[in-house]
């Protein structure tokens, strides 16, 4: 079955200190892997997606997420975290195959990010 | 600008009373779907329809309703509301259901009492 793991609820980072949040999958292919962000009181946004080609992708925001095929991770990561990164980050994964219930986008759960001045 | 929209944002009704909560993207997406948010479950897929007049079911589609006649506008309706359909609910859209850059719609917060 696929899934999404996000091990950690909450991360707590002093402003200026690089983060990661971090994000493992199963599924039974290949996989599509995104990270999305909501902050307060809105809607999710996309941050960035890893479909195939480089292992380490960049998103919005000064985001990158590095895919890593024998850990299966996907962990989001920035060199120095800004208190406006304080949100709540979500992981989603699908695989490549259209077949059957291979379309199905999986969402972690979440895990909130605060950034501390 | 790109966006979806839903209405209202926050709603407070009754047990039973029917409602309907709009959602319309402006960016010609064919994907759209409905989730809701609830604590400790993240996100949830009620509804999704890939194109005019093609709905099918989520993970959680009982007590729901969606209709999909134009390409822009995708509702979700709540026949007979319950408390348990309290929740945070987003409406979101995309060219595909691929998971890539899905604009989301800023919420509605339904409580029903």
């Known amino acids: 079955a696929q899934s999404v793991a996000q091990p950690e609820d909450q991360v707590n980072v002093a402003e200026g200190n690089p983060l990661t949040v971090k994000c493992t999958y199963s599924v039974s292919g290949n996989p599509y892997l995104f990270w999305y962000v909501q902050y307060p009181n809105r809607g999710l946004q996309f941050l960035l997606k890893y479909i195939t080609g480089d292992n380490l992708v960049k998103g919005s925001y000064g985001f990158e997420a590095e895919f890593n095929k024998s850990q299966t991770s996907f962990h989001l990561k920035k060199p120095s975290a800004l208190v406006s990164d304080s949100a709540l980050y979500f992981c989603a994964v699908r695989d490549k195959s259209n077949a059957g219930n291979n379309r199905k986008l999986i969402w972690g759960l979440g895990t909130s990010l605060a950034v501390n001045p | 600008e790109a966006q979806v929209t839903q209405n209202p944002r926050y709603l407070i009704t009754v047990t039973g009373k029917k409602l309907t909560v709009t959602c319309s993207q402006n960016?010609?997406?064919?994907?759209m779907s409905w989730y809701r948010q609830d604590p400790g479950l993240g996100l949830r897929q009620i509804y999704y329809s890939m194109n005019v007049e093609v709905t099918d079911k989520g993970d959680v589609p009982e007590g729901y309703k969606v209709s999909r006649k134009e390409k822009r506008n995708f509702p979700l309706i709540l026949e007979s509301p319950s408390p348990n359909q309290t929740s945070l609910y987003f409406c979101?859209?995309?060219?595909?259901?691929w998971g890539y850059g899905y604009t989301f719609g800023s919420g509605t917060r339904l409580t029903v009492v």
């Open positions: 960016m010609n997406h064919e994907y």
């Open positions: 979101a859209s995309s060219f595909s259901d």
